[in-house]
T-cell receptor, first 111, second 115 residues
Framework: EDQVTQSPEALRLQEGESSSLNCSYT??????LFWYRQDPGKGPEFLFT???AGEEKEKERLKATLTKKESFLHITAPKPEDSATYLC????????????FGAGTRLTVKP | DVKVTQSSRYLVKRTGEKVFLECVQD?????MFWYRQDPGLGLRLIYF???????EKGDIPEGYSVSREKKERFSLILESASTNQTSMYLC??????????????FGAGTRLSVL
């Protein structure tokens, strides 16, 4: 069965303190790995898709990387507005449609 | 921009009531999904639909049913609401097929409380 585990569950950073979020996965052939951001009381908002090991994507202070077993979301010099829950999801090669989500990492950035 | 609209942001219902959650998307997507989100458990798929009148069970379909009479609209039905169905419900839509780029776009969610 496909599984996605995110760590840590919660992370508190000071503004400017860089860190990384982890997403470990087991899937029967990875078709794609997705990162979403979710603000309180809102639906998840798409950030990145990664397709193969070694791939990297960047957006402002965020950079996502992918290996054969895990993905990292690196946050460089975070600001309070980066506070949110970050969700990771995988789609398997045999699966045309749906995705398996992790439980998320709740990030708080203090000014 | 893709827009997925859920009809209610907050709902309070009584145990045993029949509850309808509505979702509409405006991007002509074939796929639509219903998830529930609970603390520590993440998003769990209830049902999804890949075409009008077509549906497939997700991981936790018990106690729920769905309806898709039109391509843009997907309804989640709680036949007899119970307190353990108190949760955040999220609707999503995507294009259909093998393309990894078929990203799921989410609505804002409906927070349902069953008393």
């Amino acid at each position: 069965e496909d599984q996605v585990t995110q760590s840590p569950e919660a992370l508190r950073l000071q503004e400017g303190e860089s860190s990384s979020l982890n997403c470990s996965y087991t899937v029967s052939g990875l078709r794609g790995l997705f990162w979403y951001r979710q603000d309180p009381g809102k639906g998840p908002e798409f950030l990145f898709t990664l397709y193969s090991a070694g791939e990297e994507k960047e957006k402002e202070r965020l950079k996502a990387t992918l290996t054969k077993k895990e993905s990292f979301l690196h946050i460089t010099a975070p600001k309070p507005e980066d506070s949110a829950t970050y969700l990771c999801a995988v789609r398997a090669r045999y699966n045309n449609n749906d995705m398996r989500f992790g439980a998320g990492t709740r990030l708080t950035v203090k000014p | 921009d893709v827009k997925v609209t859920q009809s209610s942001r907050y709902l309070v219902k009584r145990t045993g009531e029949k509850v309808f959650l509505e979702c509409v998307q405006d991007m002509d997507h074939e796929n639509m999904f219903w998830y529930r989100q609970d603390p520590g458990l993440g998003l769990r798929l209830i049902y999804f639909s890949y075409d009008v009148k077509m549906k497939e069970k997700g991981d936790i379909p018990e106690g729920y049913s769905v309806s898709r009479e039109k391509k843009e609209r997907f309804s989640l039905i709680l036949e007899s609401a119970s307190t353990n169905q108190t949760s955040m419900y999220l609707c999503a839509s995507s294009l259909r097929g093998r393309e990894v780029k078929n990203i799921q776009y989410f609505g804002a969610g409906t927070r349902l409380s069953v008393l």
